[in-house]
């Protein structure tokens, strides 16, 4: 079955280092795939999208690479500050129907 | 516009009743989303619709869910009758679909069967 596997424990960075967040994805070829951003008692927001045929995208302190040979995602943000706080979910796409990851806490220490 | 509405907030419910969640998508989106989200199993699709007509149901639990689209503006989860284990953040998403633009969801319904 499809499995989708993000750091299961929360990451906690200085703020102003580059946070980077992996998603790898299992028994799944997804033509797209999405970074939201998840705060507590809210719904997911959408943050990014790139393309089974792009390597890398980029979204002002934001860049999501997608390696589909490694089956694998990996989301920067950069000049990390503390209200970049939040979970950050990973959703391979494929057929206009998406399976989220169960997330990653990210904690921005000031 | 308002985004994706739904209603109620939070619902507290006994064992065996029947509850009912409403969702209003974004204007023009023709694709809508039930998710449900727990602790332990994160978002799960429960079911979808695209132009109002449902397309995989795959993710429904059970009989006990049934979710209906009668029109582009409304939509309604229905657990009949609950258990506690439903206990749960019900989000409605909408789309439109080849946008590339991604999934907006509404803030949730906090469901908790006692």
């Known amino acids: 079955s499809q499995k989708i596997e993000q750091n299961s424990e929360a990451l906690n960075i200085q703020e102003g280092k580059t946070a980077t967040l992996t998603c790898n994805y299992t028994?799944?070829?997804?033509?797209?795939l999405q970074w939201y951003r998840q705060d507590p008692g809210r719904g997911p927001v959408f943050l990014l999208l790139?393309?089974?045929?792009?390597k890398e995208k980029r979204k002002e302190r934001l860049k999501v690479t997608f390696d589909t040979t490694l089956k694998q995602s990996l989301f920067h943000i950069t000049a990390s500050q503390p209200a970049d706080s939040a979970t950050y979910l990973c959703a391979p796409t494929r057929d206009d129907k998406i399976i989220f990851g169960k997330g990653t806490r990210l904690h921005i220490l000031p | 516009d308002a985004g994706v509405i739904q209603s109620p907030r939070h619902e507290v419910t006994e064992m065996g009743q029947e509850v009912t969640l409403r969702c209003k998508p974004i204007?023009?989106?023709?694709?809508l989303f039930w998710y449900r989200q727990t602790m332990m199993r994160g978002l799960e699709l429960l079911i979808y619709?695209?132009?109002?007509?449902?397309?995989?149901d795959s993710g429904m639990p059970e009989d006990r869910f049934s979710a209906k689209m009668p029109n582009a503006s409304f939509s309604t989860l229905k657990i009949q009758p609950s258990e506690p284990r439903d206990s749960a953040v019900y989000f409605c998403?909408?789309?439109?679909?080849?946008?590339?633009?991604?999934?907006?969801f509404g803030s949730g319904t906090r469901l908790t069967v006692v």
């Open positions: 619709f695209n132009n109002n007509v449902p397309i995989d």
């Open positions: 028994n799944y070829s997804p033509a797209y």
């Open positions: 790139i393309r089974e045929n792009e």
């Open positions: 998403a909408s789309s439109l679909t080849g946008s590339w633009r991604g999934y907006t």
């Open positions: 204007s023009g989106h023709n694709s």
